[in-house]
Protein backbone atom coordinates (compact mmCIF):
# COMPACT_ATOMS: atom_id res chain seq x y z
CA UNK A 1 0.00 0.00 0.00
CA UNK A 2 1.31 3.63 -0.98
CA UNK A 3 0.26 6.68 0.88
CA UNK A 4 0.70 10.02 -0.72
CA UNK A 5 0.89 13.01 2.02
CA UNK A 6 0.64 16.52 0.36
CA UNK A 7 2.07 19.30 2.61
CA UNK A 8 4.23 17.03 4.10
CA UNK A 9 7.38 19.68 4.07
CA UNK A 10 5.13 21.87 6.02
CA UNK A 11 3.95 21.09 10.27
CA UNK A 12 0.88 19.48 10.24
CA UNK A 13 1.90 17.49 7.38
CA UNK A 14 5.07 16.09 8.79
CA UNK A 15 3.68 15.13 11.60
CA UNK A 16 0.97 12.93 9.52
CA UNK A 17 4.60 11.57 8.15
CA UNK A 18 5.90 10.77 11.45
CA UNK A 19 2.65 9.47 12.56
CA UNK A 20 2.45 6.85 9.74
CA UNK A 21 6.25 5.68 10.39
CA UNK A 22 5.72 5.27 14.23
CA UNK A 23 2.21 3.15 13.13
CA UNK A 24 4.96 0.77 11.34
CA UNK A 25 4.50 1.94 7.16
CA UNK A 26 7.12 0.98 5.33
CA UNK A 27 9.26 4.11 4.35
CA UNK A 28 9.43 3.66 1.11
CA UNK A 29 5.04 3.08 1.17
CA UNK A 30 5.05 6.59 1.78
CA UNK A 31 5.49 9.64 -0.44
CA UNK A 32 5.88 12.72 0.99
CA UNK A 33 4.98 15.57 -0.69
CA UNK A 34 5.93 19.50 -0.90
CA UNK A 35 7.28 22.50 -2.25
CA UNK A 36 10.09 22.41 -0.18
CA UNK A 37 12.03 19.11 -0.53
CA UNK A 38 14.77 20.24 0.93
CA UNK A 39 12.98 20.55 4.46
CA UNK A 40 12.34 16.56 3.95
CA UNK A 41 15.63 15.54 3.47
CA UNK A 42 16.08 13.70 6.73
CA UNK A 43 13.17 11.88 5.18
CA UNK A 44 14.34 10.80 2.38
CA UNK A 45 17.34 9.49 4.70
CA UNK A 46 15.02 7.11 5.86
CA UNK A 47 13.78 5.80 3.32
CA UNK A 48 10.88 7.28 2.61
CA UNK A 49 10.06 9.13 -1.10
CA UNK A 50 9.83 12.73 -1.63
CA UNK A 51 8.68 14.10 -4.33
CA UNK A 52 8.61 18.35 -5.01
CA UNK A 53 5.26 19.00 -6.35
CA UNK A 54 2.83 21.79 -6.22
CA UNK A 55 -0.80 22.22 -6.06
CA UNK A 56 -1.05 24.72 -9.09
CA UNK A 57 1.15 22.19 -11.33
CA UNK A 58 -1.33 19.64 -11.99
CA UNK A 59 1.88 17.90 -13.92
CA UNK A 60 3.96 17.40 -10.96
CA UNK A 61 0.64 16.51 -8.81
CA UNK A 62 0.46 13.16 -11.70
CA UNK A 63 4.08 12.70 -10.84
CA UNK A 64 3.48 13.00 -7.25
CA UNK A 65 0.37 10.48 -6.99
CA UNK A 66 1.43 8.04 -9.39
CA UNK A 67 0.44 4.59 -7.94
CA UNK A 68 -0.35 6.04 -4.58
CA UNK A 69 -3.49 3.65 -2.94
CA UNK A 70 -4.43 6.55 -0.68
CA UNK A 71 -3.92 10.42 -0.72
CA UNK A 72 -3.56 12.65 2.67
CA UNK A 73 -4.74 16.00 1.14
CA UNK A 74 -3.32 18.29 3.55
CA UNK A 75 -5.73 21.79 2.72
CA UNK A 76 -3.68 24.74 1.56
CA UNK A 77 -2.65 27.61 3.76
CA UNK A 78 -3.75 30.04 0.83
CA UNK A 79 -7.36 31.23 1.44
CA UNK A 80 -9.45 31.56 -1.32
CA UNK A 81 -7.22 29.31 -3.88
CA UNK A 82 -9.90 26.58 -4.39
CA UNK A 83 -8.62 25.69 -7.70
CA UNK A 84 -5.77 24.19 -5.94
CA UNK A 85 -7.64 21.21 -4.27
CA UNK A 86 -9.76 21.05 -7.49
CA UNK A 87 -6.42 20.21 -8.98
CA UNK A 88 -5.51 17.71 -6.79
CA UNK A 89 -8.87 15.72 -6.51
CA UNK A 90 -9.07 15.90 -10.63
CA UNK A 91 -5.23 14.10 -10.89
CA UNK A 92 -6.46 11.81 -7.80
CA UNK A 93 -9.65 10.31 -9.93
CA UNK A 94 -7.64 10.58 -12.72
CA UNK A 95 -5.19 8.08 -10.95
CA UNK A 96 -7.37 5.45 -9.46
CA UNK A 97 -6.36 7.04 -6.13
CA UNK A 98 -8.27 4.67 -3.54
CA UNK A 99 -9.28 6.77 -1.02
CA UNK A 100 -9.00 10.65 -0.09
CA UNK A 101 -8.79 11.81 3.12
CA UNK A 102 -8.90 15.71 3.86
CA UNK A 103 -7.95 17.74 6.55
CA UNK A 104 -11.05 20.39 6.65
CA UNK A 105 -12.06 22.20 9.49
CA UNK A 106 -14.41 21.88 12.49
CA UNK A 107 -18.31 22.04 11.56
CA UNK A 108 -17.74 22.96 7.30
CA UNK A 109 -20.58 21.95 6.45
CA UNK A 110 -22.24 24.79 8.68
CA UNK A 111 -19.44 27.39 9.82
CA UNK A 112 -20.08 30.77 9.10
CA UNK A 113 -16.54 31.36 8.88
CA UNK A 114 -14.43 32.63 5.45
CA UNK A 115 -12.43 30.10 6.21
CA UNK A 116 -15.82 27.40 6.21
CA UNK A 117 -16.81 28.20 3.19
CA UNK A 118 -13.14 27.31 1.37
CA UNK A 119 -13.44 23.89 3.19
CA UNK A 120 -16.95 23.35 2.59
CA UNK A 121 -17.08 23.58 -0.88
CA UNK A 122 -13.73 21.22 -0.87
CA UNK A 123 -15.78 18.28 0.68
CA UNK A 124 -18.34 18.93 -1.65
CA UNK A 125 -16.05 18.80 -4.76
CA UNK A 126 -14.51 15.72 -2.68
CA UNK A 127 -17.95 13.93 -2.82
CA UNK A 128 -19.09 14.68 -6.58
CA UNK A 129 -15.83 13.22 -7.78
CA UNK A 130 -16.86 10.05 -6.49
CA UNK A 131 -13.50 9.15 -4.91
CA UNK A 132 -13.71 7.67 -1.34
CA UNK A 133 -13.26 9.82 1.18
CA UNK A 134 -12.84 10.73 4.86
CA UNK A 135 -13.14 14.12 6.29
CA UNK A 136 -10.87 14.83 9.15
CA UNK A 137 -12.55 18.70 10.26
CA UNK A 138 -9.74 20.13 12.69
CA UNK A 139 -10.36 22.55 15.28
CA UNK A 140 -8.17 25.03 15.95
CA UNK A 141 -4.33 24.50 16.61
CA UNK A 142 -3.46 24.89 19.93
CA UNK A 143 0.00 26.09 18.71
CA UNK A 144 -1.56 28.77 17.54
CA UNK A 145 -1.98 29.92 21.19
CA UNK A 146 1.17 28.35 23.06
CA UNK A 147 2.91 30.48 20.07
CA UNK A 148 1.84 33.62 21.64
CA UNK A 149 3.07 33.25 25.14
CA UNK A 150 5.39 35.64 25.15
CA UNK A 151 3.34 38.21 23.35
CA UNK A 152 0.67 37.11 26.36
CA UNK A 153 3.25 38.09 29.12
CA UNK A 154 3.77 41.10 27.61
CA UNK A 155 0.59 42.83 26.24
CA UNK A 156 -2.02 40.03 27.50
CA UNK A 157 -4.61 38.51 25.27
CA UNK A 158 -6.65 40.37 22.70
CA UNK A 159 -9.48 39.32 20.59
CA UNK A 160 -12.87 38.98 19.47
CA UNK A 161 -14.09 35.67 20.86
CA UNK A 162 -16.07 36.93 23.33
CA UNK A 163 -17.79 33.72 25.66
CA UNK A 164 -17.22 31.38 22.55
CA UNK A 165 -15.21 27.87 23.19
CA UNK A 166 -12.06 26.81 20.95
CA UNK A 167 -11.79 22.97 21.36
CA UNK A 168 -8.21 23.13 19.97
CA UNK A 169 -5.77 20.19 19.82
CA UNK A 170 -2.21 19.65 19.12
CA UNK A 171 -1.07 19.36 15.64
CA UNK A 172 0.78 15.98 16.70
CA UNK A 173 -2.86 15.10 18.04
CA UNK A 174 -4.60 15.39 14.97
CA UNK A 175 -1.49 14.20 12.88
CA UNK A 176 -2.41 10.56 14.58
CA UNK A 177 -5.53 11.17 13.95
CA UNK A 178 -4.80 11.20 10.18
CA UNK A 179 -2.95 8.12 10.37
CA UNK A 180 -4.99 6.28 12.35
CA UNK A 181 -7.62 6.49 8.89
CA UNK A 182 -5.08 5.46 6.77
CA UNK A 183 -3.73 2.60 8.42
CA UNK A 184 -7.21 1.09 9.52
CA UNK A 185 -10.21 0.15 8.20
CA UNK A 186 -13.83 1.62 8.31
CA UNK A 187 -13.33 4.83 8.16
CA UNK A 188 -14.44 5.42 4.00
CA UNK A 189 -16.93 7.68 3.63
CA UNK A 190 -16.84 8.90 7.70
CA UNK A 191 -16.57 12.49 8.62
CA UNK A 192 -14.83 13.06 11.98
CA UNK A 193 -16.05 16.22 13.85
CA UNK A 194 -11.88 16.80 15.83
CA UNK A 195 -11.08 18.71 18.85
CA UNK A 196 -9.92 18.69 22.10
CA UNK A 197 -10.91 20.26 25.61
CA UNK A 198 -12.44 23.40 24.87
CA UNK A 199 -12.07 27.16 26.65
CA UNK A 200 -12.58 30.52 26.14
CA UNK A 201 -9.95 32.76 26.44
CA UNK A 202 -10.80 34.42 29.53
CA UNK A 203 -10.01 30.67 30.49
CA UNK A 204 -6.45 30.59 28.31
CA UNK A 205 -5.64 34.05 30.55
CA UNK A 206 -6.77 32.10 33.72
CA UNK A 207 -4.41 29.22 33.06
CA UNK A 208 -1.58 30.93 31.45
CA UNK A 209 -1.63 33.22 34.85
CA UNK A 210 -1.96 30.16 36.69
CA UNK A 211 1.05 28.69 35.73
CA UNK A 212 3.17 31.81 35.16
CA UNK A 213 1.91 33.94 38.64
CA UNK A 214 1.78 36.92 36.11
CA UNK A 215 -2.10 38.13 35.63
CA UNK A 216 -3.19 37.70 32.09
CA UNK A 217 -6.28 39.60 31.16
CA UNK A 218 -8.62 38.79 27.75
CA UNK A 219 -10.16 41.95 26.20
CA UNK A 220 -12.78 41.54 24.14
CA UNK A 221 -13.31 43.89 21.00
CA UNK A 222 -16.20 44.21 18.45
CA UNK A 223 -14.79 42.94 15.05
CA UNK A 224 -14.35 45.44 13.15
CA UNK A 225 -12.30 47.53 16.26
CA UNK A 226 -10.22 44.09 16.27
CA UNK A 227 -8.83 44.33 12.76
CA UNK A 228 -8.15 47.83 13.31
CA UNK A 229 -6.20 46.69 16.18
CA UNK A 230 -4.55 44.05 14.61
CA UNK A 231 -3.76 46.22 11.27
CA UNK A 232 -2.13 48.67 13.95
CA UNK A 233 0.30 46.01 15.20
CA UNK A 234 1.28 45.53 11.44
CA UNK A 235 -0.90 42.35 10.21
CA UNK A 236 -1.34 42.83 6.36
CA UNK A 237 -5.42 44.34 6.08
CA UNK A 238 -6.58 40.82 4.66
CA UNK A 239 -4.78 38.66 6.71
CA UNK A 240 -6.16 40.56 9.82
CA UNK A 241 -10.08 40.38 8.35
CA UNK A 242 -9.16 36.65 8.51
CA UNK A 243 -8.37 36.26 11.76
CA UNK A 244 -10.73 38.85 13.27
CA UNK A 245 -13.62 36.85 11.34
CA UNK A 246 -12.18 33.55 12.94
CA UNK A 247 -12.78 35.12 16.01
CA UNK A 248 -16.61 35.59 15.16
CA UNK A 249 -16.30 32.16 14.53
CA UNK A 250 -15.52 31.44 17.69
CA UNK A 251 -17.83 33.68 19.59
CA UNK A 252 -20.70 31.79 17.26
CA UNK A 253 -19.38 28.62 18.33
CA UNK A 254 -18.14 27.57 15.60
CA UNK A 255 -14.70 25.73 16.92
CA UNK A 256 -16.42 24.33 19.89
CA UNK A 257 -15.99 20.46 18.59
CA UNK A 258 -18.37 18.16 21.15
CA UNK A 259 -17.90 14.86 20.08
CA UNK A 260 -15.19 12.58 21.80
CA UNK A 261 -13.56 11.48 17.51
CA UNK A 262 -10.22 12.52 18.47
CA UNK A 263 -9.85 10.59 21.68
CA UNK A 264 -11.51 7.47 19.93
CA UNK A 265 -9.37 7.58 16.57
CA UNK A 266 -6.14 8.29 18.43
CA UNK A 267 -7.00 5.84 21.29
CA UNK A 268 -6.04 8.49 24.30
CA UNK A 269 -6.82 12.11 25.58
CA UNK A 270 -5.65 14.85 24.15
CA UNK A 271 -3.90 16.99 24.72
CA UNK A 272 -5.04 19.22 27.35
CA UNK A 273 -4.83 23.38 27.27
CA UNK A 274 -2.66 23.11 30.74
CA UNK A 275 -0.11 20.32 29.52
CA UNK A 276 0.18 22.62 26.07
CA UNK A 277 0.82 25.75 28.15
CA UNK A 278 3.59 23.98 30.53
CA UNK A 279 5.24 22.73 27.55
CA UNK A 280 5.77 25.69 25.80
CA UNK A 281 7.05 27.24 28.65
Not at 105 to 133: C, F, N, V, W
Not at 148 to 154: A, G, S
Not at 191 to 208: C, D, H, K, P, S
Not at 237 to 247: H, K, N, T, V
Amino acid sequence: MSIAVTGATGRLGRFIVESLLRRGVSPDQIVAVGRNVAKAADLSDRGVVVVRSDYDDVGSLRRAFAGADELMLVSGNEAGKREQHRNVIDVAKDGGVGLVAYTSIAKADRSTMKLGADHRATEQDITASGLPYVFLRNSWYLENYTSQLQTYLERGIVGAAGDGKVGAATRADFAEAAAAVLTTGGHTNQVYELGGEAFTMTQLAAEISRQTGKQITYTDLPVDKYIEFLAAAGTPQPEAELIADGDRGVARGDMHVEADDLATLIGRRPTSLAEAIRAAL
